[in-house]
T-cell receptor, first 114, second 111 residues
Framework: EPEVTQTPSHQVTQMGQEVILRCVPISNHLYFYWYRQILGQKVEFLVSFYNNEISEKSEIFDDKFSVERPDGSNFTLKIRSTKLEDSAMYFC????????????FGSGTRLTVV | GEDVEQSLFLSVREGDSSVINCTYTDSSSTYLYWYKQEPGAGLQLLTYIFSNMDMKQDQRLTVLLNKKDKHLSLRIADTQTGDSAIYFCAEFGANAGKSTFGDGTTLTVKP
């Protein structure tokens, strides 16, 4: 069964550093998403991406965040100037249509900022 | 904005049925989902229901949707200790183009 793959599974970074979280969506999917889950809290929407541009973003997704689809297969989330409160599980998802019959999440990257 | 509410905890005995409830506010919701999350793990899609359906059954899982009351429930028959996990209700709103998750219900199954 097709999967959304996220790497690394766990990333530790020092406060102030930049991190890039990587995702490989399902190959024929067109819509891509990043969600965040701070430990013990609910899963929160960050951003959606379609046709090489951001289609929607939440208030969490400020200027320190950016997304990119650099090569037609990867979908990345960059976080600049990381803070302790950026520590969370970050989930990538992809779907094949706007009404997501095939809405699939990756297994997540646990980001720890120290 | 959109909101999804769930009770936070449910405890049942092995072999009993579990019913996890969820309410949502977005009337444009097209799909409603139930995800399972085990400790330290990712989100596992258990089942989903399209908003024009009332019920969906998948082996031990039964999803009931009351669209008028915006109420969704997940029934797990013959609950096992391996079902212990956090269960998230989520809705996908066509207007918003994103999913909104509930806080998650921690299901504890006692032997």
């Amino acid at each position: 069964e097709p999967e959304v793959t996220q790497t690394p599974s766990h990333q530790v970074t020092q406060m102030g550093q930049e991190v890039i979280l990587r995702c490989v969506p399902i190959s024929n999917h067109l819509y891509f998403y990043w969600y965040r889950q701070i430990l013990g809290q609910k899963v929160e929407f960050l951003v959606s991406f379609y046709n090489n541009e951001i289609s929607e973003k939440s208030e969490i997704f400020d200027d320190k965040f950016s997304v990119e689809r650099p090569d037609g297969s990867n979908f990345t989330l960059k976080i600049r100037s990381t803070k302790l409160e950026d520590s969370a599980m970050y989930f990538c998802a992809s779907s094949d249509s706007f009404s997501p019959y095939g809405y699939t999440f990756g297994s997540g990257t646990r980001l720890t900022v120290v | 904005g959109e909101d999804v509410e769930q009770s936070l905890f449910l405890s049942v005995r092995e072999g009993d049925s579990s019913v996890i409830n969820c309410t949502y506010t977005d009337s444009s919701s097209t799909y409603l989902y139930w995800y399972k999350q085990e400790p330290g793990a990712g989100l596992q899609l258990l089942t989903y229901i399209f908003s024009n359906m009332d019920m969906k059954q998948d082996q031990r899982l039964t999803v009931l949707l009351n669209k008028k009351d915006k109420h969704l429930s997940l029934r797990i028959a013959d609950t096992q200790t391996g079902d212990s996990a956090i269960y998230f209700c989520a809705e996908f709103g066509a207007n918003a183009g994103k999913s909104t998750f509930g806080d998650g219900t921690t299901l504890t199954v006692k032997p």
